[in-house]
C-alpha cells in the first residue's frame, strides 16, 4: 500500500513549519530586545526573515509550478510492501526491508510521527506530511506490520 503527500497537503504542511520557524526566534528576539531595552533594528528582522523565508517559499513555489505531469516527483510517499517499507522524500529513499529486525514506533498522543528501524536502515515519518485520511491507515499499516513481524 502506498501513501503519497497531496499538493494541497505538501503546501499546508510547508506553511505549518514556515509559520513555526519564523514566529518562535522572531518572538525570542523581540522579547529579548524589550527585555534589555535594545533598540529595535528593523535590518536585522528583514534580512533575518527574508534568509529565512525565502528558500522554503521559493522551494514551495517551484513544486507548485513545474512538479507536474508525467516527470512528476512524490514530494513525500510511504510504501509498505511484501518485502520492503520505503519512505521517499525529497532528500532520497529510505529502503528498509522487511527481512531485518524491524522495530516500528509511535511518537505523541496521538501519534505525531513514526520511526521505522531495520538493521541497517531506519527512517523517521512526520504523519503531518499526509492527510488524516492517510494518517489513519499509515498507523494501522504500522500495527499491521509490527504484529505480522512478531507474529
Request: aromatic share 10%; net charge positive.
Amino acid at each position: 500500500m502506498k501513501f503519497i503527500q497531496t499538493r494541497l497537503q505538501g503546501v499546508i504542511f510547508r506553511l505549518k513549519r514556515l509559520a513555526i520557524q519564523v514566529s518562535l526566534p522572531l518572538s525570542l528576539y523581540l522579547a529579548l530586545a524589550y527585555i534589555f531595552k535594545a533598540p529595535q533594528k528593523t535590518e536585522v528582522l528583514e534580512m533575518y526573515l527574508l534568509g529565512l523565508c525565502l528558500i522554503p517559499v521559493l522551494t514551495t513555489l517551484w513544486l507548485i509550478i513545474f512538479n507536474s505531469g508525467k516527470g512528476k516527483v512524490d514530494e513525500y510517499s510511504l510504501e509498505f510492501t511484501d518485502t520492503h517499507i520505503i519512505y521517499r522524500s525529497l532528500y532520497g529513499n529510505i529502503i528498509i526491508p522487511m527481512s531485518d529486525k524491524l522495530s516500528i514506533k509511535t511518537h505523541g498522543n496521538p501519534p505525531k510521527s513514526i520511526s521505522i528501524t531495520g538493521h541497517n536502515h531506519s527512517a523517521h515519518v512526520d504523519l503531518n506530511l499526509f492527510s488524516p485520511q492517510q494518517r489513519k491507515e499509515i498507523l494501522k499499516q504500522c500495527y499491521l506490520q509490527k504484529n505480522s513481524y512478531q507474529g
